[in-house]
């Protein structure tokens, strides 16, 4: 299979959705017209099709094993599709699916949970995928918001009238706000198809994953990212990261070239600036239309078994990087160009090589990591990302609980939500907030209960309002 192919499957399909959506608005043009998306899924560039779709909507069906920052991204990621817009949540089971290898039931609050999830990062709208569940076929055990017994006195009926009656007493306050980020990283999905159908240099490289490690990272520190694609406005932002951007496209260098001058902070990573998007090399040195905007030149690739580690050493502190910490799977061989070399490689016959490097341009800098690192290396490099950028988390709460804020021009929410099984807790530092849902107060060290959710709304911010 080729790239070209790749476009073309996804091309197709979406001209016959445009012509069943023409048909649609010649009826009833007032309407908006969408398809359900699906994430993450690899064969469809969402980017193109989301210029023909009125609004955004998508299927959510993680699996049993999927990290809670990953549903995050993918959320975030629909809502990048049209440039932060709400999006709805058109499909979510109320209880379990029925085509994964292990179809467990959602816990009792789960549901509720991942429904504000989406909610926090954009969606205006929640609704499930099905009714009724049906007597027959591939999808009778699929769950559904009344069972086969055909009553209402079920715990997943109950769950879902409950979260109805919550999402009445929001819908006009939140409905319409929007997230805002300062941060944004970038998702391809020509550029994953490259990666993927390149003959090497490993079979190892996972796209989604580089980018969802550095997602992760920010997600932990309940500081909001924005996912971008390649063509977005990049003026609005204090830093953009690019992972493993192996495909640069016409005009995308410039851009990039364009923001870090005036002062934005770059981020980008081992096989990037590799090919045009023809997919054809770009000639004179690794990574190609990067090399200036990086100060460096990638001489070869070392590709190993994932199971083989070097590690990256940091010979005085950076920040909060200091000692060493493993990367694997891509080793670029890099010489700096002009760019401050921050950390090096430990071993191999590479060993005293830059892996980590800053380059000064105009009035920005723009960071190379030369390897797959270890998570710990990303959260501790992302600290100081933070710093340089005096980003401040929406709250400071504990691991797994989930903040994020949605906001117009009058008013703020945040939401407050505790993936853990367990209490735990949140900081709202000098502000008093009220929550929507059960209308108590919180201020300073709270405390949230296992998997529940608080919708704040900042007290002082009402006072201002009502004076």
Known sequence: MSLDYRRFQSDSLLETYKLERDRIKKYTSDLPVTTNLMGLYPELDYFKWAKEIDVISWDNYPSINTPISMTAMTHDLMRGLKSGQPFMLMEQTPSQQNWQAYNALKRPGVMRLWSYQAIAHGADTVMFFQLRRSRGATEKYHGAVIEHVGHEHTRVFKECAHLGQELQTLADQTMGTRVKAKVAITFDWENRWAIDLSSGPSIALDYVEEVHKYYQAFYRKNIPVDMIGVEADLSQYDMVIAPVLYMIKDGHADRLKTFVTNGGTFVTTFFSGIVNEADLVTLGGYPGELRELVGIWAEEIDALDPTVKNHI???KRYGKLSGKYMCS???????????????????????????????QFGKGQAYYIASSPEQRFIDDFVAILQDEKQLTPILVSDPGVEVCAREDADQRFLFVINHNKEQAHFHTGEHGYADLLNDQSYHGLSRIEGRGVLVLKDKNRETEERQ
Request: proline residues 3%; glycine residues 6%; without cysteine.
């Open 313 to 315: 050493t940091f010979d």
């Open 329 to 359: 799977t891509l080793f670029d061989l890099i010489h700096s160009e002009g760019a401050d070399v921050l950390a090096t490689y430990q071993s191999d016959f590479y060993a005293g090589m830059p892996a980590l490097t800053r380059n």
